[in-house]
């Protein structure tokens, strides 16, 4: 029994891991901790301190600096370290910008008590108490003391936490061949920026501005990645120092891309390969979706996977480009390859291939310098390549043109004959085109003349309907009327020859006797009806002869004020006997301003476009049926509306009804010029004509003409 548990005891020591110190015996360096680093990782963030200073579960960092990737864990550090230096009051640094939230724990020796001071991207930058990129913690290890230190870290992107302990000199001098680096990379980087926007500026070529901006992200991207940016341009934006080294890697690729096709010209020379480019806007725009929305993890690999495929894609077209013979491929070829075995030594680096150090640390801002310069060299050599291209085309141009002038010598001569000949040719056509000419101009006025007899026939059987029936009514009570006016000089007579010398009651009562005879008081009623009615009959024929001189109006070749609605009127008296009872004619029409137009044309236009109304009411067998006539004014413009609801028209019809010579009535019932001339007079007044109709249903007609005309006066 205690062998077993000696055994077990033996075991249990064993298990339990063994923390090595560091003891810090230089003061003029900073000296790492890595090789004597351990760390318990806290998937759930749960643990307090306690928990962590009393596990057992912390694992020892091996091969320089650990990377944990892209994890939602709390990272918990411990280390030992012993002073065996004068200085007491140290630093302890950790050369990581992008993180999260850093915690360093210190036991306070004559309380027992951990003090916890708490830095990280969470927080604007002016509160850190060292205004470096790097976190700095103010550590105090007395000679020859042996103390504990336990680190909480929280990072969103790769994380790597290089830790070592110095004095504040070894420290801020460390700090400063830090920046002293990157200031020649940004003196670097601004530059090929400047340097590019003068191109520009002479050149007025948008492929060096679109490469300035290349630049610029690169700049930012690179310089997020050691914290320049949260320090430097937005200090207090916790927001932009926590989401930029996802959010500017996937903009750069973009922009890289868009940079490489203007470049390269591959719309011309790779049609293929360029819209095959689009496609890589998808993945980018979800790493940046992802980014903004805090997946850092997805976000990180998608814009990882399109990176290296854009790459791959960036080589393909470059070196097909080369083997087209295009110089500035080479130079792109050559700048992409550095820049991309820079990447490839960083991203060895934290898959722990290399070890971390400056020269893995730090390869892809060189890569990416010696990228831009590269590149800039190839624009700049793009200028001698335009020079020859000018020059070559500029010789090619002036060899063309002595060509063209040595062809146009020789052929000078022969082209005189030949256009002597045409001339001969073209005169005799244009005899047999006016000819033709003036026989279509003949066609047309016969033609029109044509139309314009079968309007006029209608309008005469209309107007001789319309006046025989008053005219009837006159001759009808002419007869009895002179009967009545007979009677009545009768009636005189009798009074004007009697005699004095005579009885005058036995004359007074044959007069009684005469007026029981003829009635005097109902004659007298009858001849007011009979004048009545011959007043009526007179204004009719009177309104139906103003109507055909307002219709006919013999001014019509010249532009006068007119009154629309008038002429309508006239119009509609004209064809009041062609309108059956069971069609109702409803009237809307507004106050008009006087329309400079042609009357005399525009009733002409009212007549065909009523007549086309009426025919298709008439056409329709049941229902209602109404012509309904709408006029109004509106800004600048009257509107004339024409509605019927009659048989409609088709859509295929609709299109052709003002085609010369288009019917759809029976053969002898119209020419199919009609609304033909109705659209050229409406064209004459530079105004419109638009139709609405639906098979069935009805048509809606409407012209819209300008109160002024808007061409000279005839």
């Not at 640390?361 to 700049?380: C, Q």
């Amino acid at each position: 029994m205690n062998k077993y548990f000696g055994l077990y005891f033996l075991f249990v020591l064993l298990a339990r891991p063994i923390f090595a110190q560091i003891e810090y015996t230089n003061p003029s360096i900073n000296q790492a901790i890595n090789g004597q680093l351990y760390f318990l990782e806290d998937s759930k963030n749960t643990l307090t301190l306690k928990d962590v200073v009393q596990s057992k579960d912390f694992k020892m960092v091996r091969n320089g600096v650990h990377n944990f990737g892209i994890t939602n864990s709390a990272i918990w550090f411990k280390m030992s370290v012993k002073n065996l230096t004068e200085i007491e009051n140290l630093i302890l640094q950790v050369n990581q910008p992008i993180i999260d939230r850093i915690e360093l724990y210190t036991k306070n020796p004559s309380t027992g008590k951990y003090n916890v001071v708490s830095m990280g991207e969470y927080n604007p930058f002016w509160l850190r108490k060292y205004q470096t990129p790097e976190y700095l913690f103010d550590v105090y290890i007395p000679k020859g003391v042996t103390m504990d230190f336990y680190l909480k870290v929280m990072c969103s992107e790769n994380m790597q936490v290089p830790v070592s302990i110095g004095t504040r000199i070894s420290a801020m001098n460390k700090s400063v061949l830090t920046n002293l680096a990157s200031g020649i990379y940004f003196g670097i980087m601004i530059v090929m920026i400047l340097y590019n926007l003068f191109i520009y500026a002479t050149l007025k070529d948008r492929t060096y501005v679109l490469y300035s901006i290349y630049i610029i992200f690169i700049l930012f991207t690179q310089t997020s990645l050691q914290g320049y940016t949260f320090q430097l341009i937005w200090p207090n934006s916790p927001w932009l120092a926590i989401h930029s080294p996802f959010l500017l890697p996937s903009l750069v690729g973009i922009i890289g891309l868009e940079f490489v096709k203007q470049f390269l010209k591959v719309r011309e020379r790779l049609p293929f390969y360029f819209t095959l480019s689009f496609f890589f806007w998808l993945p980018y725009a979800v790493s940046l979706f992802l980014g903004f929305t805090g997946n850092f993890h997805w976000s990180f690999r998608i814009m990882e996977i399109t990176a290296s495929a854009v790459s791959v894609y960036m080589l393909i077209i470059a070196f097909l480009i080369y083997r087209l013979g295009y110089s500035e491929a080479r130079f792109f070829l050559l700048g992409w390859f550095v820049f991309l075995l820079g990447i490839c030594i960083y991203v060895m680096k934290d898959f722990e291939i290399l070890p971390y150090n400056n020269f893995t640390r730090y390869t892809m801002h060189f890569g990416s310098a010696v990228e831009v310069i590269l590149l800039s060299f190839a624009l700049a050599d793009r200028i001698n390549i335009l020079k020859r291209e000018k020059e070559q085309s500029q010789a090619e141009a002036l060899s063309i043109s002595q060509q063209n002038q040595k062809l146009i010598k020789e052929q000078n001569i022969v082209l005189e004959q030949k256009v002597h000949e045409r001339t001969n040719e073209l005169e005799m056509a244009n005899e047999e085109l006016t000819a033709t000419l003036n026989q279509l101009k003949d066609a047309q006025t016969q033609l029109v003349d044509s139309e314009k007899m079968a309007s006029l026939g209608q309008l005469t059987a209309g107007i001789a309907h319309e006046i025989n029936n008053p005219i009837n009514f006159v001759l009808a009570n002419i007869k009895p009327l002179r009967m009545d006016v007979n009677e009545l000089l009768e009636l005189i007579n009798k009074y004007e020859y009697l005699r004095i010398e005579e009885d005058k009651l036995k004359q007074f009562q044959i007069i009684d006797a005469y007026k029981k005879k003829i009635d005097l008081d109902y004659m007298i009623k009858e001849i007011e009806k009979i004048l009545g009615g011959i007043d009526d009959g007179a204004r009719r024929t009177a309104e139906i002869v103003s109507g055909l001189k307002n219709f006919s109006r013999l001014d019509e070749n010249d532009v006068k004020s007119a009154n629309i609605n008038d002429g309508i009127e006239s119009t509609l008296i004209l064809l009041r006997s062609t309108i059956p009872k069971e069609i109702e004619v409803v009237r809307h029409l507004g106050d008009l301003p006087m329309v400079e137009c042609y009357p005399g044309k525009l009733n002409q236009v009212f007549m065909n476009v009523f007549s086309n109304a009426l025919y298709a009411l008439n056409k329709k067998q049941e229902g209602k049926k109404q012509l309904i006539i709408t006029t109004y004014e509106n800004g600048d413009h009257v509107y004339i509306i024409v509605e019927d609801t009659g048989v409609g028209m088709s859509k295929e019809i609709k299109e052709k009804i003002f085609e010369p010579f288009f019917t759809t009535k029976d053969v002898g019932e119209g020419t199919g010029l009609g609304m033909s001339i109705v659209f050229k007079i409406i064209e004459g007044h530079h105004a419109r004509i638009e139709v609405e109709s639906e098979a069935g249903v009805g048509t809606k007609l409407s012209i819209i003409l300008n109160k002024k005309m808007r061409f000279p006066k005839h």
